[in-house]
């Protein structure tokens, strides 16, 4: 990004029109074949990947495409895709955070407890506030005191699950509240509320990135953190609030995760952080920052839970789904070392 140039007059820095998908596939028919052709099969071909899973899903199960099987994972997958939103900005802008999956774990313990003792929304807003305190200690930490972001937040997260199972000793705390655990139950049109919550949360974020001046702000620094500074954006607090829109997320995460399983424990979110992680990447946001959208994440949230859900439905051993996240990260990783290096 030139320094000589406004930010709210440039593109956000490593975006191209490929962070933008419906532009591409309205302004006509040079843009159409584009996106079928070599160079919109390398731009869009996490979309691609991701109807080639859901068609081979629906032939390889007939329950794969029935509305019961979709509600469920659409349910089962919405803390993780809160946390995938939520890290989507902090990896745009640079960063990285380990510590989300422990948090949800921590943040399901604390809306357990006060729901136990506190009414439905004082327990939902208190958990939200606290999550988002604990993701602004990894930005303080990370922006002020300058200490590697892997290295922080791996701290910061064995200290959430630290400081929760002390306080269970363990153990899981079980929701007595009925009013609190129908939050799990409550629908919208047939849709699941939490459903209709994750996807209005999700097109709040791209609204964020796409039209506000944080979002190109974020962009910038993601891009170049000097040339951000030069531009007088202020990189440590657009930085650290990554960190707290990360941890709002994962105290709504610990509040679903509480609410669907009537109880809330430690080790809830133990997976969330790698599956985010890999949701993220193979979405095609970028680990070097600068690059990404949330369109991504969700499309790369659909291809994982796609996998994910027929491997359950044709009974095929979990280990499995373990290999093919781990291969599916490790290529999305290097796809985006030889884009950058290409971009560089």
């Not at 510590?99 to 921590?106: F, H």
């Amino acid at each position: 990004m030139s320094t000589s140039q406004p930010v709210e007059t440039t593109e956000p820095p490593g975006t191209t029109e490929a962070e933008t998908l419906t532009p591409a596939l309205s302004t006509g028919s040079h843009r159409f074949s584009g996106v079928l052709g070599v160079r919109g099969l390398f731009r869009y071909g996490i979309v691609w990947a991701a109807v080639v899973a859901v068609v081979a899903a629906s032939l390889l199960s007939g329950s794969f495409l029935t509305t019961s099987n979709i509600q469920n994972v659409l349910t089962q997958n919405a803390a993780l895709a809160l946390v995938a939103l939520g890290l989507t900005f902090v990896m745009i802008g640079g960063g990285f955070d380990l510590s989300s999956g422990p948090l949800v774990g921590a943040c399901s313990v604390v809306a357990a407890e006060l729901a136990n003792h506190t009414s439905t929304m004082v327990a939902v807003v208190v958990t939200i506030v606290v999550g988002a305190l604990a993701g602004a200690v990894n930005g303080i930490v990370v922006t002020a005191f300058r200490i590697n972001a892997f290295v922080a937040t791996l701290a910061t997260g064995s200290m959430f699950t630290g400081l929760a199972v002390l306080y269970t000793g363990s153990h899981s705390v079980f929701v007595t509240n009925s009013s609190f655990n129908n939050l799990g139950l409550g629908s919208v049109l047939g849709v699941r509320t939490i459903v209709v919550l994750v996807a209005a949360l999700y097109l709040i974020g791209a609204l964020v990135l796409a039209k506000s001046v944080f979002g190109r702000a974020l962009y910038a620094v993601g891009g170049g953190e000097v040339s951000a500074r030069l531009a007088g954006l202020r990189v440590n607090l657009t930085k650290a609030l990554t960190f707290v829109i990360v941890g709002a997320a994962g105290g709504v995460g610990g509040v679903i995760f509480a609410a669907l399983l009537t109880s809330g424990t430690p080790s809830t979110g133990s997976s969330i952080t790698f599956d985010a992680i890999t949701v993220v990447i193979i979405g095609g946001t970028s680990m070097f920052g600068g690059s990404g959208a949330v369109w991504r994440t969700a499309v790369g949230l659909v291809l994982l839970a796609t996998i994910t859900n027929v491997y359950d439905l044709l009974a095929i051993n979990s280990a499995w789904q373990l290999v093919t996240k781990g291969f599916l990260l490790v290529a999305a990783v290097g796809l985006d070392y030889l884009t950058s290096r290409k971009r560089a």
